[in-house]
C-alpha cells in the first residue's frame, strides 16, 4: 500500500515490487473470486432489447479476450478494459462528478434523437473523409484529451497519438499527459494538438504554448470548464486520504498481475512530465503533484487569458468545455477559431445539458464563421452521425480510444477508431446518405423523453 504513496525511490522494478509480490499471491485468490461473481463488467449485454423481446434469454456476454478483431463494437472494448484495469483507474476512467447525471445526459441525449432514414437512394459511394481545420482527416473525429493516461499503460499517450494518427485523424495531447509533447510530436504523420490547462502564473501557460509551437502542435485547445475541480465521488471513495488509496483498492489492483506488468512494474507511478518542472520540488511526488497542480488553476481565470493567448498562438486556437449559448457567441467575438462543446466527460458540474443539446442552436449562431465541435457520449457510428446532422462539424472522443488502449495498446485504439468509422459508413448507408454534406436535420427526429429506451 506504501508503495503507492512514497516518494519514487531509484529503481521503477523496487518501486513495484511490493505491488507486483501482492499481484502474484493475490492473482489466485482473485481468479477463484471471478469464477464464482461471474465478469467484472458492469455493462450489461440485454439491455438494449431486454423490454423488445430478448428478457434475458440467451444470455449475451461481451467478448474481453485477446483477439482485437472480436472486439465488434466500442462496448466489447469497453468490457476488455473493464477486465484489465483495477477499480481505481476504472473509476477515474468511467466516472462522473457527483450523481452523475451530466454524464449520464450525455448518452441519453443521443438516445433520445432517432434518424427518419430516406429510402431509394444510390448510396454505393460513401465516404467519411473530411477536413478538420482546414485540413484533411479520414473521419470527422478528434482523439480528445485525457490526462494521466499511464494509469492505464505505459506509454499511452504515445499509443493513443499512433492510434489516431494510423487512423488520419488528430489527436489531442493533455497537459496531464505522461509523455513529453516532443516524443508524442515524433509519432509519424500525427495531427497533434496540444490542450492547455491554465495554472500557477502567466509564466506557465507562456512557456507551455511556445514549446508546443516547437513540438509542431498545429492547433492550441483551452479548457475552460475544470478551473475547480469536479466533485467525483466515486474516485473519492477508492481514497483513505487524497494521498492514499484504501487498502482494498490497493489489494484490487496487486491482483491485476498483467495491469503491474503493463504500468507500475516498468515506469513507476506516471509523472506529468511536461508540468512537473513547474511544482515544487518537495511536491512533485505523483499525488502531490496532481493536487498542487489542481489547487493552483486560478479560479480567477476570465476571458481575458482568450485574448492573451490568441496574441501569442497565431495557429488555429480552440475553447473546450462550452456549455452556454452566450459563450458561443462570446467566443466567437473573441477570435477563436472554434469552440468544443462538452461537460468534460460529465465529470465536472453535475446536472447539466449535454453538448448534442445545444448543438443546433450554437451552429446557428457560429454559422460557417468558426469550427463547431462536441465532445461527450460518443460510443458509436451512429453517434457520430447524429451529432453531425444536428450541427457539429466533427466530435471529441475520450472513453472510446481510452478502452481501446487499456485493452490493447496502439492496436486498441485503431480498433477503437475502425469499429466507429466502419459503423458510420455503413449507418450513413442505411441512412440514405452518400456523403457528410448530404448530412442534415432532415434526417432526425426528437422522441419525448418517456419514448426512450436506453
Ligand atoms: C479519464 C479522462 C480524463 C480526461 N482528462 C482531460 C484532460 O486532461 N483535459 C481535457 O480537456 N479533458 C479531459 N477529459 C475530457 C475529455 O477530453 C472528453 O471531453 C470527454 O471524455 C468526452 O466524453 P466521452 O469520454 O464520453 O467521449 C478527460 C476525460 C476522461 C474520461
Excluded at 499471491?25 to 430478448?54: D, F, I, K, V
Aim: overall charge positive; hydrophobic content about 45%.
Amino acid at each position: 500500500m506504501r508503495a503507492l504513496t512514497r516518494p519514487a525511490p531509484a529503481s521503477p522494478l523496487a518501486r513495484a515490487a511490493p505491488l507486483a509480490l501482492a499481484g502474484v499471491a493475490g492473482a489466485a485468490a482473485y481468479a477463484a473470486l471471478r469464477r464464482r461473481g461471474g465478469s467484472s463488467t458492469s455493462a450489461e449485454p440485454n439491455r438494449h432489447t431486454r423490454l423488445a423481446q430478448l428478457n434475458g434469454t440467451p444470455a449475451r456476454r461481451y467478448y474481453t479476450g485477446h483477439n482485437l478483431k472480436r472486439a465488434v463494437a466500442i462496448e466489447d472494448l469497453r468490457a476488455m478494459a473493464h477486465e484489465r484495469l483495477p477499480r481505481f483507474a476504472l473509476e477515474y476512467l468511467e466516472g462522473g462528478a457527483e450523481d452523475e447525471a451530466s454524464l449520464m445526459r450525455e448518452r441519453r441525449a443521443f438516445a433520445e434523437w432517432r434518424f427518419t432514414p430516406k429510402t431509394l437512394v444510390d448510396v454505393s459511394h460513401r465516404s467519411l473523409a473530411t477536413t478538420i481545420l482546414g485540413k484533411p482527416a479520414a473521419m470527422p473525429l478528434i482523439v480528445a484529451p485525457t490526462g494521466l493516461n499511464g494509469v492505464f499503460r505505459n506509454h499511452a499517450d504515445i499509443d493513443l497519438a499512433r492510434g489516431a494518427a494510423a487512423s488520419g485523424v488528430p489527436f489531442v495531447q493533455s497537459t496531464m499527459s505522461n509523455e513529453t509533447m516532443e516524443d508524442v510530436g515524433e509519432v509519424p504523420g500525427l495531427r497533434h494538438w496540444w490542450q492547455l490547462y491554465v495554472f500557477g502564473g502567466d509564466e506557465v501557460w507562456q512557456e507551455l504554448v511556445a514549446r508546443a509551437d516547437r513540438a509542431g502542435c498545429e492547433a492550441l485547445v483551452l479548457t475552460t470548464n475544470t478551473q475547480i475541480f469536479g466533485n467525483r465521488e466515486w474516485e473519492r471513495r477508492n481514497e483513505a486520504t487524497p494521498s492514499l488509496l484504501t487498502i482494498s483498492s490497493v489489494l484490487d489492483a496487486a491482483c491485476r498481475p498483467g495491469w503491474l506488468a503493463r504500468t507500475l512494474a516498468t515506469q513507476g507511478m506516471p509523472v506529468f512530465k511536461n508540468v512537473i518542472d513547474f511544482v515544487p520540488k518537495d511536491q512533485r511526488g505523483f499525488f502531490a503533484s496532481a493536487m498542487w497542480i489542481r489547487d493552483h488553476q486560478p479560479t480567477s481565470m476570465s476571458w481575458d487569458i482568450v485574448g492573451k493567448i490568441r496574441q501569442r498562438w497565431t495557429k488555429p486556437f480552440l475553447l473546450k468545455g462550452l456549455l452556454n449559448l452566450d459563450d458561443v457567441r462570446r467566443a466567437v467575438d473573441a477570435g477563436v477559431d472554434g469552440v468544443v462543446l462538452g461537460s468534460h466527460g460529465g465529470r465536472q458540474l453535475d446536472w447539466t445539458v449535454s453538448a448534442l443539446d445545444l448543438v443546433g442552436e450554437a451552429r446557428k449562431i457560429v454559422g460557417d464563421r468558426i469550427a463547431l465541435h462536441l465532445t461527450g457520449g460518443v460510443r458509436r457510428g451512429t453517434d457520430l452521425l447524429k451529432a453531425l446532422a444536428l450541427g457539429a462539424d466533427a466530435v471529441m472522443a475520450g472513453r472510446a480510444p481510452l478502452y481501446g488502449v487499456a485493452a490493447a495498446g496502439a492496436a486498441g485504439v485503431g480498433r477503437a477508431l475502425e469499429i466507429l468509422k466502419s459503423e458510420a459508413i455503413n449507418a450513413m448507408g442505411l441512412l440514405g446518405a452518400a456523403s457528410l454534406a448530404e448530412l442534415g436535420p432532415q434526417f432526425m427526429m426528437r422522441l419525448p423523453e418517456s419514448f426512450v429506451d436506453s
